[in-house]
């Protein structure tokens, strides 16, 4: 929270303090304890400017700093009532502000803290007060009088700040909720955006990817089995030959992709198909099926969307694993988890907290950046899955976790949205 407005909040405060101090006492006429009264305004003086010094008008406070400043404020001004006569001072009302405003500033374990403390402040003021001042000596009103005001403000207290936290609480989630749908409103931008820039990509390099094949088959051609780059040359051949399919497939219709596989099967035969392009030497690919509670594994058609996802995700543990990639699939009754581990050196620890933005390379020794992720798991939120990235003893985990059979009825939804003309 801002230290700007809760110090003018306070400045306020300490000169209205002062004012009404001298007010009363010299204008007036009503006999006021100054000895006692001015240096603890002069001390509230003396608290805000040394948190502007320290802090600057424009710092933001912790939690905790702004809960021990209203702890004080409560306390300086529980003194200064107790030398005035306590709950018999008109002013005593003032003590429902600080409350009100740390409701809605801080959260609940202040805000109970807080009035707590003050419904002990008002009971000790009621007890142990001074008279309140008056012309010719002290006054001390009716002790039914104070009981009644004892339980007004007490009263006072405990619903104000029961209401300015439940408003303000329903304010933080509204914005939450807007911050949320602002961030899924821009993740669905940057995709479409990067779904323009791969239809643009992709014919922008069909003709430099038809000359690199060209020139690789001229090469291999040349050179016999064996010259020392006969195998270099035969490794572009292959993936060009796989960058070409891989642009020819961002060209089909998705009816077309819809069309070859509308057939649901069990979903690890599906996983079994989409990593097998990934496969590479030295690397062994296991995936198990964990079924609990007696669930039987979905059977399921998987879009070209959600396998380019899960593509994304084994195609990433494939490349920086060591020797294995295990996929294990757990289905139950209240979710599906499916999980990706590989043996290889894990996931940086400076970014394993902000995996799944655009252009965060998860990994830099590969040089990646770091959009596979970011796709992967904004076309899987749309199945109403999470994604998890933590580290194991062995390498780099994802869980996937689906509430439900979430993600059976949204291919079903995206069948029948999109697949039939």
Excluded at 19 to 27: G, M, P
Excluded at 216 to 230: I, T
Excluded at 365 to 375: A, H, N, Q, S, T
Excluded at 389 to 396: E, K, P, Q, V
Aim: glycine share 8%; with cysteine.
């Amino acid at each position: 929270m801002s230290h700007y407005g809760l110090a003018l909040t306070r400045w306020v405060a300490v000169i209205g303090q002062l004012f009404t101090i001298l007010f009363v006492h010299f204008s007036l006429g009503i006999p006021l304890p100054l000895a006692a009264l001015l240096p603890a305004v002069a001390f509230s003086v003396l608290v805000n400017l040394g948190l502007a010094l320290a802090l600057g008008w424009r710092a933001r406070l912790s939690e905790r700093a702004a809960g021990m400043l209203f702890v004080y404020d409560i306390l300086q001004l529980a003194y200064l009532l107790w030398l005035t006569g306590g709950i018999q001072n008109p002013f005593s009302v003032l003590l429902l502000v600080p409350v009100g405003l740390a409701a809605g500033l801080l959260g609940r374990a202040w805000t109970v803290g807080l009035t707590v403390l003050t419904l002990l402040v008002v009971t000790v003021i009621s007890l142990a007060a001074d008279a309140l001042p008056w012309y010719g000596g002290g006054l001390r009103l009716p002790r039914l009088y104070l009981v009644a005001g004892w339980a007004g403000i007490s009263i006072a207290i405990v619903l104000i700040a029961v209401y300015a936290w439940q408003f303000a609480e329903e304010a933080r989630q509204r914005a939450n909720a807007l911050a949320a749908t602002q961030l899924a409103l821009m993740r669905e931008q940057q995709l479409s955006a990067l779904g323009s820039q791969a239809a643009a990509a992709a014919h922008l390099l069909g003709s430099p990817l038809g000359t690199i094949a060209v020139v690789a088959k001229e090469l291999a051609r040349e050179l016999p089995e064996s010259h020392p780059l006969y195998e270099d040359v035969r490794e572009i051949l292959e993936q060009t030959r796989r960058c070409r399919e891989i642009l020819a497939t961002l060209g089909q219709q998705r009816d077309e992709g819809a069309l070859e596989r509308l057939t649901p099967v069990p979903l690890t035969s599906a996983l079994a198909e989409i990593a097998k392009p990934f496969e590479r030497p030295g690397v062994a690919l296991r995936i198990e099926l964990h079924e609990e509670d007696g669930t039987p594994e979905p059977q399921i058609a998987l879009p070209p969307e959600i396998r380019h996802a899960f593509a994304n995700l084994i195609d990433n543990a494939i490349q920086f694993a060591n020797s294995e990639v295990l996929v294990t699939v757990r289905p139950s009754r209240s979710r599906l988890l499916v999980t990706i581990e590989d043996d290889g050196p894990g996931f940086s620890p400076e970014v394993l907290g902000w995996l799944g933005e655009p252009y965060l390379s998860t990994r830099h020794d590969k040089g990646g950046l770091g959009l596979g992720v970011f796709i992967a798991k904004t076309l899987l939120a749309r199945t109403g899955a999470t994604m998890h990235f933590d580290n194991t003893r062995r390498g780099a985990r994802v869980t996937l976790r689906w509430p439900g059979d979430a993600l059976e009825r949204a291919v079903e939804e995206t069948s029948n949205g999109c697949g039939n003309p």
